[in-house]
């Protein structure tokens, strides 16, 4: 009988830190139950569940990496999902910058809960409160968590129905950062850069080979080829164009905790994130660490 003595990891998942349903340390614990090695807690403009994450993880036996997920502005392309991995994590001019960020989100959250509650009136249905709200979220209000309070409402059916009826009609433009800022940010905190699932740029090859190559050219540090919303056939396709551009490859599941059919570890089609990613990504850190104690 053939042993498989693999190990596995997933470098993108989200805790209520930013738009998850779990704390870190139940992140971190769940991750323990599906036998993973490491994880990156990557919440979405904030570095809130890092500490918690890393105790969490001393405590279970897993390596939790530092990381953070930044909505980016390119081109013409809005909300791209820039990661970052192993940084400064509390600098304190990145937290004064996220900070910034998460002050207009809350904003831009509280209106879209307005104009949710404007749609529940027509609809013949109480107004959902803030509070109720704020019960699902930590550090960052999001959308899944007003979509969470109308689920608890039974207002919807699930949180994808609470998208599709509520939160994708009545959204509000968010605030990005700027590609090239938010690269070179991750690379002074001593972090690497990387594109979180491409495809959600583009599925036309030629224009996302453009585009990564020059993202490359303006200190991309990797891809993730392995996730939830690429196809084989186009991991493969960016597995193959980073090795041709020399970036390093990632994967990770964009686990939220309130998405139907997505589990923890693995990708599209069930596929697991090997342990085998973590050695060039871990070589690039300590590079570029020793880069900026040269300066």
């Known amino acids: ?30 991750a ?13 403009d904030s570095v809130a569940g890092i500490a918690e994450g890393i105790r969490a993880g001393l405590t279970c036996g897993i390596e939790v990496l530092p990381a953070v997920e930044l909505s ?21 001019g990145f937290l004064d910058k996220l900070n910034g960020f998460r002050e207009r989100r809350e904003r831009r959250n509280v209106e879209i809960l307005e104009r949710v509650n404007n749609m529940l009136a027509e609809d013949g249905h109480e107004a959902v ?23 608890e409402r039974g207002y919807v059916s699930n949180i994808e129905d609470a998208f599709r009826r509520y939160l994708v009609p009545c959204n509000v433009p968010k605030c990005y950062w700027p590609m090239q800022d938010a690269i070179q940010e991750i690379r002074r905190l001593g972090g690497v850069a990387v594109l979180a699932h491409p495809t959600t740029i583009s599925n036309d090859r030629q224009e996302l080979r453009d585009v990564v190559t020059e993202l490359a050219e303006s200190g991309l540090d990797g891809v993730e080829a392995f996730n939830n919303l690429a196809q ?8 193959r164009l980073a090795d041709e551009l020399g970036l390093l490859v990632t994967g990770g599941s964009d686990y939220h905790g309130i998405e139907e059919g997505l589990q923890m570890g693995r990708g599209r089609g069930g596929i697991r994130f090997s342990d085998t990613l973590l050695a060039p990504l871990r070589k690039r850190l300590s590079v570029r660490k020793n880069q900026l104690l040269s300066l």
């Open 1 to 30: 009988m053939k042993i498989d003595n693999r190990s596995f990891i997933d470098l993108h998942i989200h805790s209520n830190c930013s738009d998850g349903a779990f704390s870190p340390t139940e992140l971190v614990r769940r």
């Open 32 to 44: 323990s139950t599906e036998g993973l090695v490491t994880v990156a807690i990557a919440d979405h």
């Open 129 to 151: 409160a803030l509070s109720e709200v704020l019960a699902f979220a930590r550090d960052a209000l999001g959308r899944p968590h007003i979509a969470r309070a109308l689920l």
């Open 232 to 239: 084989q056939d186009e991991m493969e396709f960016l597995r």
């Open 72 to 92: 980016v502005q390119f081109r013409s392309w809005q909300d791209v999902h820039l990661l970052g991995y192993g940084m400064d994590w509390s600098d304190a």
